[in-house]
């Protein structure tokens, strides 16, 4: 959210608002879903610790089924 896409106004309102829906539901989906450890974690971390151990265990599963 800390980045400006275009020199446009218009165009630039639309991607902060569409930035803005995303974290929003980010966050909903975080206090709604997740155990209280990980509603703290940042965007970023939340990749790394999910999404990012996922597909190395989908990674391993393909290598060692071979």
């Known amino acids: 959210m800390d980045w400006i ?3 446009d106004f218009e165009a630039n309102e639309l991607d902060f608002l569409i930035k ?3 974290n ?3 966050e909903r989906f975080k206090q709604d879903y ?3 450890v990980h509603r703290a974690y940042s ?3 939340f990749h790394l610790e ?3 151990c ?3 265990y989908g990674t391993a599963v393909e290598e060692f089924s071979g």
Request: glycine residues 4%.
């Open 43 to 45: 965007t970023a971390r």
């Open 5 to 7: 896409a275009t020199g």
């Open 34 to 36: 997740c155990e209280p």
């Open 24 to 26: 929003n539901r980010y």
């Open 50 to 52: 999910f999404f990012r």
């Open 54 to 56: 996922t597909a190395m």
């Open 20 to 22: 803005l829906f995303s």
